[in-house]
C-alpha cells in the first residue's frame, strides 16, 4: 500500500527522524546503575521516563483503535511504582514494549486513508487519528528531550 504525502510525514514524526534524537539512541547504553538515579532539580528517573512514555502512548495506541479500550486512572496510572526497574528484564521489557506500541501506531498511520486520518474515533469525543498520532510524537518528542538532558545531568550523554 502506497502512503500519501501525509501519511509519510506522520510516520517521520512518529520514528523522530529529523531534528529529534530517537528512542532508541536515548536510551542506549545508559548503566544499569543510572535507570534509577535521581538528580536534584530533575523531576523523573530515567526509569520513570521511559515507563510513563511506553504507557502512555499504550494508552494511546488502544484507545485509537479499541472502542473497549480502558485507560489508567490519572496521573498514577501513567508513572511507575518505583524510581527504578525491578530488573534488567524489566527494563529490556519496557524498552521492546515502548517499540512495539509505537511500530502499532506507525502501522494504524499507514493502513489508513487520508479521510480514515481525519475521521472522529467513534468512541471518543472528537478525536482523529491523526490528532492520536501527533500527540504520540508530540509526547514522545518532549520526553525524549527530558531524558537526554537527565543523561546529560548524570554524565551519562556523548
Known amino acids: 500500500m502506497k502512503t500519501s504525502p501525509l501519511q509519510q510525514h ?69 508513572w511507575p511504582e518505583t524510581a527504578a526497574p525491578p530488573s534488567e528484564a524489566a527494563w529490556k521489557k519496557g524498552i521492546a514494549g515502548f517499540r512495539h506500541d509505537l511500530d502499532e501506531m506507525k502501522k494504524l498511520v499507514a493502513e489508513a486513508s487520508d479521510d480514515q486520518l481525519y475521521a472522529r474515533i467513534s468512541h471518543g469525543d472528537g478525536q482523529t487519528l491523526l490528532r492520536e498520532a501527533l500527540l504520540v510524537a508530540d509526547h514522545n518528542s518532549y520526553h525524549l528531550g527530558q531524558l537526554v538532558m537527565l543523561r546529560k545531568m548524570l554524565g551519562a550523554w556523548k
Open 10 to 78: 506522520l510516520l517521520n514524526l512518529l520514528d523522530l527522524k529529523g531534528a529529534h534524537v530517537g528512542f532508541d539512541e536515548a536510551v542506549r547504553g545508559l548503566a544499569t546503575e543510572l535507570r534509577g538515579k535521581k538528580v536534584k532539580g530533575f523531576p523523573h528517573t530515567a526509569w520513570q521516563l521511559v515507563e510513563h512514555m511506553r504507557i502512555a502512548q499504550w494508552d494511546i495506541l488502544e484507545f485509537s483503535r479499541d472502542a473497549a479500550h480502558v485507560s489508567p486512572k490519572w496521573p498514577e496510572g501513567y
